[in-house]
């Protein structure tokens, strides 16, 4: 399908420029001293190139995989620079976040802005990891990714410069794109794979034009993630259908 496709490449675009844009800090993680920032850093960054390659190969558990790696960078990389103030005043990563939060600073010390786009990534994993037909995973992603940078020094009011403001406006159409791209790709796999085992001369049922048929299958399969039809349920009826 070429619209399909065309999604796809766009949602590849996107998750590779923010891969471009995290090569700075990349070379800046390698030139110092390597430590467990630097290395969660680097675990984000290959997550989001497997998200990006994956797009472009029409790989989705790829996609999964490698959103599941970008979250865990960010996830880490937000406990790691607390654990380096906690460090600094001697005390406990969690006696840090009580006096941040009782001076109104912790949105200042990268730690919800991180959490939220870790959960946005965890939530593409899910999207491109579910073998059924979901979309919510996909919005809520990008919500989640569009309110990650206010809050970060949210009062010094929108905290990025035009690098950051890209890198996060990628993010947010990267994943709705994957959210439009990954519920195209279940039905038209399953469209393609149905009407090729058919015989379409021999079997008048299946003259009819493909959308009707793909819209009476989404139907039955509608009502089995429902819980109304089991699956043998749903299989006869998708034969009957396709005159199987």
């Known amino acids: 399908m070429k619209n399909n496709k065309t999604t796809s490449i766009l949602a590849c675009i996107c ?25 969660l850093t680097l675990l984000q960054f290959v997550g989001i190139i497997l998200i990006a390659v994956a797009a472009a190969t029409d790989k989705r558990k790829t996609a999964a995989i490698g959103a599941i790696i970008a979250g865990i ?25 009580s006096i ?6 912790l949105v ?30 996909g ?3 990008a919500a989640l990714f569009a309110v990650a940078p206010f809050l970060l020094l949210s009062s010094l009011g929108f905290p990025y410069n035009g690098t950051g403001t890209v890198s996060y406006l990628c993010r947010i159409a990267g994943a709705i794109l994957y959210t439009f791209y990954s519920s195209d790709k279940e039905v038209a796999s399953l469209t393609t794979a149905d009407l090729q085992t058919a015989d379409i001369e021999d079997n008048p049922t299946i003259s009819q034009t493909a959308a ?4 009476e299958i989404e139907k039955y399969r509608s009502l089995l993630e429902q819980g109304i039809l089991t699956e043998d349920e749903f299989e006869k009826k998708r034969r009957d259908i396709l005159q199987l």
């Open 139 to 141: 919005f809520l992603s």
């Open 15 to 39: 998750f590779a420029v923010i891969s471009l844009l995290m090569i700075g800090n990349v070379f800046e993680c390698l030139s110092s001293n390597f430590d467990l920032l630097d290395l």
């Open 73 to 97: 960078g960010s996830v880490g990389r937000s406990f790691s620079m607390l654990s380096i103030y906690a460090d600094i005043a001697k005390i406990s990563v969690w006696r840090t976040i």
């Open 212 to 215: 009707q048929t793909i819209e």
């Open 108 to 137: 200042d010390f990268l730690f919800f802005d991180l959490l939220a786009e870790a959960a946005g990534y965890f939530l593409l994993a899910i999207l491109c990891g579910s073998r059924k037909q979901l979309r919510w995973p």
């Open 100 to 105: 941040l939060h009782q001076q109104g600073l």
